[in-house]
């Protein structure tokens, strides 16, 4: 293969590798924003509160195992 024949290659290559970055990203934030919708109408009845102390510092997490929201605050 010559110099030619790589660079050719790698500029296809490296343009289908960026159209299915782009497709991604796209798909990826409808799927974000389904979750997010979801944690939203969620009433999270059965979240789970819990904290973890530490001498320094304490922090609460909560988790619902149904929408897959969680939280941590410390």
């Known amino acids: 293969m010559t110099q030619e024949e790589i660079k050719e290659k790698w500029t296809i290559t ?4 960026n159209e299915l970055d782009k497709k991604y990203k796209e798909e990826r934030r ?5 979750t997010l919708a979801l944690c939203h ?20 997490y909560f988790d ?6 969680h939280k941590c605050t410390g």
Do not use: V, Y
């Open 30 to 34: 409808i799927l974000e924003a389904e």
């Open 14 to 17: 490296n343009a289908a590798l």
């Open 41 to 60: 109408i969620c009433q999270h009845p059965n979240g789970k509160h819990w904290s973890d102390n530490h001498p320094k510092m304490s922090s609460n």
């Open 64 to 69: 619902c195992p149904d929408c897959g929201f």
